[in-house]
């Protein structure tokens, strides 16, 4: 059994990145403002810049030389004595509050990790923000949009580690990620602890990030290949902790999309059935791309939050709302994300199977 923390348990920050950028300062700005006293900050970028000065006894650098963002967060397992280790991606910034809405849940024995949404801020560009958009689509995430926006308390089986506490002890004993996989490692270590361990893993909305994302298209789209042809080859070897046929999809998509042409040509019929099929795909697309904006449009003010909420969304609900955007900005988003709903469905769908047929992956 898991002993519950003591008040104010330590946490380290961990920041794994390539090399020292603009996005650190952020948020290492923004980790230094925190209302929570007792945390310091490893910063594990490859090779330190000279141009890089640290402004607090709270940050520690330290060069790894080659590594990827897993092998990196396992390598601060020897750096600190903390308590717990709270995993951050380098574009990543976190709200005020972030360690205090964390903390609460691991005076919980039975809680390993504690997770939160990493939403797009408001800084972003126009694409970044369609980028987070199309992520936050249920057509696209499903049941796992809770990662890119704010939704209510729950237990999760799987979480991206861009905003995930652990208690320092579950992962020492887990040998850390322990996987040269990249991207997908996470799926690894929460699988670790819900199967190995059954521990829970709690997904709060007030543990809350800001994440710069990926400008669509094409860094969008590199990104979701990644994630795609590790999911595929995961599930072919068993190694999600759930096994869901929503991953599958874009895939049937796919593969509807091009028989169903062929098919088309021979017979009128079948071609009719198709452009509806088709016909139908599009207005769903259409109708998610255009329903946020439609919502931010009815709401004319900002509702109070009752301070008794259960559920806790608290003032996060209101950080992480997205302001409504003018006119052309707001038709030029709404034809970025019906561009890229589609887009990510395909890029998706083909290389989910890729990886299906897989026989090793680059990292083995």
């Known amino acids: ?150 939704q209510k308390i729950t237990l999760v089986k799987d979480y991206p580690s861009c905003n995930f506490l652990i208690r320092r002890s579950i992962f020492a ?59 595929g080859y995961f599930v072919k070897r068993g190694l999600n902790p759930t096994f869901e046929i929503t991953y599958f999809f874009p895939s049937f998509l796919l593969v509807g999309l091009i028989f169903g042409f062929v098919l088309a040509l021979f017979s009128h019929q079948l071609k009719i059935a198709y452009l509806a099929l088709v016909a139908v795909y599009l207005l769903l697309v259409l109708i998610f791309s255009i329903s946020k904006d439609l919502r931010l449009i009815r709401s004319t003010a900002p509702k109070a939050l009752s301070s008794g909420d259960g559920n806790r969304r608290r003032s996060v609900s209101t950080l992480s709302k997205p302001q409504p955007l003018g006119w052309g900005a707001s038709n030029g988003l709404i034809l970025l994300k019906f561009l890229g709903i589609i887009m990510t469905h395909i890029a998706y769908g083909f290389f989910f199977l890729k990886g299906l047929f897989q026989t090793k992956l680059k990292e083995e």
């Open 173 to 231: 004993d887990l040998g850390g990620f322990n996987t040269n996989f990249w991207p997908g490692e996470d799926t690894f270590l929460c699988a670790a602890i819900t199967r190995k361990l059954n521990k829970k893993i709690i997904y709060d909305p007030g543990v809350l990030v800001y994440h710069h994302r990926r400008p669509l298209y094409i860094p969008h789209l590199k990104q979701v290949v990644s994630y795609a042809l590790h999911r």
């Open 1 to 150: 059994m898991t002993i519950p923390l003591k008040n104010n348990p330590k946490v380290s920050i961990v920041i794994p990145l390539k090399e020292i950028n603009q996005n650190l300062k952020e948020c290492i700005d923004s980790c230094l403002k925190l209302d929570y006293p007792n945390f310091d900050i490893i910063v594990l970028p490859d090779k330190n810049s000279k141009d890089f000065k640290s402004s607090s006894e709270k940050i520690k650098v330290i060069e790894t030389g080659n590594l990827t963002p897993p092998k990196k967060r396992d390598f601060a397992l020897d750096k600190t004595d903390a308590d717990i280790l709270a995993f951050i991606d380098d574009d990543a910034y976190p709200v005020k509050d972030w360690l205090n809405n964390a903390l609460v849940h691991f005076k919980d024995g039975e809680v390993a990790a504690v997770c939160g949404p990493a939403v797009t801020p408001a800084s972003d560009s126009l694409r970044q923000k369609a980028s987070g958009e199309v992520y936050e689509s249920f057509l696209v995430s499903g049941m796992h949009a809770l990662r890119y926006k704010s």
